[in-house]
């Protein structure tokens, strides 16, 4: 019901920082609460954050936290992710996806984008 791309990754030195875009298509954008995952080799997706289909509630993993800052434009249809003191434990392609209230997981997800953070 969504399609999703993500934009914005690349290659940062530790301390740095990078903002994630994921434009997302259709007009009703505030329908769909938003996550962030990521994926490091030989690991297994992991949650990062979320936002709800206003904005107005947003989750962290602790591993972000005071690091992150995830927002969306709806009048865009566009999600972000504000990633400020990067480490290399934040290397990983990261995703966006979507759901709707009537799922509890994420049923749309975009290609990916990578982010590597070098020391």
């Known amino acids: 019901q969504v399609q999703l791309v993500e934009s914005g990754g690349g290659l940062v030195q530790a301390g740095g920082s990078l903002r994630l875009s994921c434009a997302a298509s259709?007009?009703?954008?505030?329908?769909?609460?938003m996550g962030w995952f990521r994926q490091a080799p030989g690991k297994e997706r992991e949650f990062v954050s979320s936002?709800?289909?206003?904005?107005?509630?947003?989750n962290y993993a602790d591993s972000v936290k005071g690091r992150f800052t995830i927002s969306r434009d709806n009048a865009k249809s566009t999600m972000y992710l504000q990633m400020n003191s990067l480490n290399p434990e934040d290397t990983a392609v990261y995703y966006c996806?979507?759901?709707?209230?009537?799922?509890?997981?994420?049923?749309?997800w975009g290609q990916g984008t990578q982010v590597t953070v070098s020391s």
């Open positions: 259709g007009r009703t954008f505030s329908s769909y609460a």
């Open positions: 996806a979507a759901r709707t209230v009537l799922t509890s997981s994420y049923p749309w």
């Open positions: 936002i709800s289909g206003s904005g107005g509630s947003t």
